[in-house]
């Protein structure tokens, strides 16, 4: 199946769990449960985002492997591999703040091969396949063109262990007087996403989980990004940098320094 087809599936798939989501969005909350830490969350829409996902993904792609962060990994014997983030921002999603999305991607052997993040409540869709370009809508996505750090507007995200975040602080301590500025929406897929479109500079994060990235990393590098892994500072696994060819060296570097 060509790229164009396995993203045409993920993209109905994921407005599909889009809706369900926002039906829930701002509702009591249910099923609530903690995870890795008391800051971890995970609700019945997750849970249920996840199975509509893996439901219609099995009723046209049978043979292919599913891994979600909910539900684990189910094997398949087709080469392709199905990533997905039913709901990424849980926690904005339960404060009811509308910084969230689903993020859908697809591998084979080789890495990414369709990307999507969907942002239903700013009816955002992000789309990318390999070699086919990065999109918002109907409009190519570039990442920023920029040089200097002292410019630069950084995303980043915080790990849910108390022991990283002490770690991910004094990075924070060390970056933040050296741009322009840092944000920390929440999400990120649509960190990463929101840096293929220019809107924020360079991205890092440290931990970062497979669902977290999958369908971000194919858009980012469709739109002209570098992308390398960052070195954990706990447990929890390594983490990304995503920025545009002149910013990223120096954005390593300096978080890494």
């Known amino acids: 199946m060509e790229p164009a087809e396995l993203l045409a599936i993920a993209v109905e798939t994921a407005e599909a769990a889009g809706r369900l989501l926002l039906e829930r969005f701002r509702a009591p909350a249910r099923g609530v449960e ?19 996902i893996r439901e219609r993904l099995r009723g046209v792609r049978q043979y292919d492997a599913i891994v979600g962060e909910e539900g684990g990994e189910e094997g398949g014997s087709s080469g392709l591999r199905w990533v997905i983030d039913p709901l990424d921002g849980t926690t904005n999603f339960l404060f009811g ?23 239903p409540c700013h009816d955002e869709l992000f789309t990318a396949t390999r070699g086919g ?34 770690a991910e602080a004094a990075v924070v301590e060390r970056v933040l007087p050296r741009v322009r500025d840092i944000r920390r929406p ?9 840096t293929a479109a220019g809107r924020f500079d360079g991205y890092y994060e440290v931990p970062t989980h497979h669902w977290d990235w ?36 120096a954005l390593r570097a300096l978080v890494e320094s």
């Open 186 to 194: 929440g999400a990120a897929s649509l960190d990463i996403a929101w």
């Open 133 to 166: 370009g990065a999109f918002v809508g109907d409009e190519r996505l570039a990442v920023s063109s920029k040089t200097d750090l002292a410019d630069a507007l950084i995303v980043t995200g915080f790990s849910y262990l108390p022991e990283e975040r002490a």
């Open 34 to 52: 903690r995870k890795s830490s008391t800051t971890d969350m995970v609700s019945d829409a997750d849970r249920d985002a996840e199975a509509l």
């Open 97 to 119: 703040i509308p910084q969230w999305g689903v993020s859908i991607a697809c591998e084979d052997e080789a890495g990414g091969l369709a990307g999507v993040v969907y942002s």
């Open 214 to 249: 999958a369908a971000g990393v194919v858009i980012a590098r469709e739109a002209g990004a570098v992308i390398s892994e960052l070195s954990a500072v706990g447990a929890s696994g390594p983490g990304l940098v995503v920025a545009g060819p002149g910013l990223h060296d």
